[in-house]
């Protein structure tokens, strides 16, 4: 089966293929795949039977398709599917009530004819950048099995990376698309910070929180991105952060001139090893970027949003956190006891720094449309790892897989990660991301550098060998 989503909404209009069709090889792809990867906490496959028929009955009536007719997804267990629990990976949310709606964004990818299959592990409450879950198990890698698959949506990137379903959607507080994205060697999208909304998804920094999709092409990348866009005026208070307008993802580059791209040194080209580097410089040549640049803030800018995502998922989490706390993950709760502990001048200093860190690259962004850096410092290490060598330099693993993504996040930056598979990779055959960074509400130009980067190869999908198979056909 194929692992684009256009090309299955293509068939499926065409009458090559029925939408009940795809979903059962979709099921029995999942059912052979998923217990090596652990990517699914749920399924939703009886409410897919009926997406799917009702897709297949809309074809046969004779009216026209939506846009990702028959097309299966899976989400990240952040968001809310009507009549299921939403996990958000805490074992501490099981006996809640079950949701009694879909997120927006869900019920944006039904409008749009996706046929939803079940919900992904994740960190617990997005505080990680491993998927190593306590409770639910730790996903893995489907380059290696033996190696992380990155977080918080691990599960999300994984699930693509290994063709279980085209898209997929995550969230991005601090680097939790473009991490698994990079370490998957798949496409991911964090848009602009209030670009989409988030009701109906399981906070952790209102501040930082972004949502975006996953997919193994740039094509894919902008369907699910334009399925997804539009104001919720409606449920506007419950999400102040969500802007009320939208723009569609061109995949066309800006006429008249070519996009200027610079190539982010010092912080970024300090904390990303050889692998990164040569993944950044095939980019960089690729799009004819033509200067180094810094953003002098960023390693301060990284230090704030630590401390903002202390405070406030310290804070959303401090009350539970006096009665449940043996119902936490070792991995998570002493951060978040200790967020809630952060003293209110330091968070202030920190608000304070991010304005200034904003302020820096919206001056940079005169000059450049595109800034280009590394997606993660090293590809994907093994899972256990506690500690990175960096440059000679030995740091945490689960904290510094976010040394690159997390000054983006402080201001909210819209990102598109893009895999790329350098010569020079002493652990394997790894792929590594690399993030293309536009000035906030400009995803197009960041869709429209990845598919130039598509179509040139330097940046690519590959199915892993161990995935190549089609159990779907027996």
Known sequence: MTTSATDIAR????????????????????????????????????????????IDALRASGQPLPALA?????????FDIDAIVTLAGGKVNEHNLAASADAKLVARMQAAGAVLVGALNMDEHAYGFTTEN??????????????????????????????????????DTNGSIRVPASLCGIFGLKPTYGRLPRTGSFPFVDSFDHLGPFAANVADLAAAYDALQGPDARNHPRDHACAQHAVGAALLLPSGRPLRI?????????????????????????????????????????????IISGAEGGALHSARLRTRYDEYEPLSRDRLVAGSLIPATWVVQAQRVRRQFHQEAMALFEQFDLLIAAATPVSAPLIGTENLLINGRSMPARASMGLLTQPISCIGLPVCAVPVWPALDAAGNL?????????????????????????????????PPAFASRPEHG
């Open 262 to 306: 610079g190539v982010l040194g010092g912080w970024f080209h300090d904390w990303a090893d050889a692998q990164a580097r040569s993944a950044v410089e095939s980019v960089a040549q690729a799009l004819g970027a033509t200067a180094t640049v810094e953003l002098k803030g960023a390693e301060a800018a990284r230090s704030a949003a630590f």
């Open 134 to 171: 306590t409770h639910y198990g730790a996903t893995r890698n489907p380059h290696d099995l033996t190696r992380i698959a990155g977080g918080s949506s691990g599960g999300s990137a994984a699930a693509v990376a290994a063709g279980l379903v085209p898209l997929t959607l995550g969230s």
């Open 11 to 54: 068939a499926i209009r065409s009458g090559a293929i029925s939408a009940v069709e795809v979903l059962n090889r979709t099921r029995t792809r999942i059912a052979a795949f998923d217990p090596q990867l652990n990517c699914f906490t749920a399924t939703t496959f009886e409410r897919a039977n009926r997406e799917a028929a009702a």
């Open 431 to 463: 792929p590594i991301g690399v993030q293309l960074i536009a000035a906030p509400w400009r995803e197009d130009l960041c869709l429209a550098a990845a598919a130039q980067l598509e179509r040139s190869g330097v940046a690519a999908f590959k199915l």
């Open 70 to 78: 028959g097309v299966p997804y899976a989400v990240k267990n952040l």
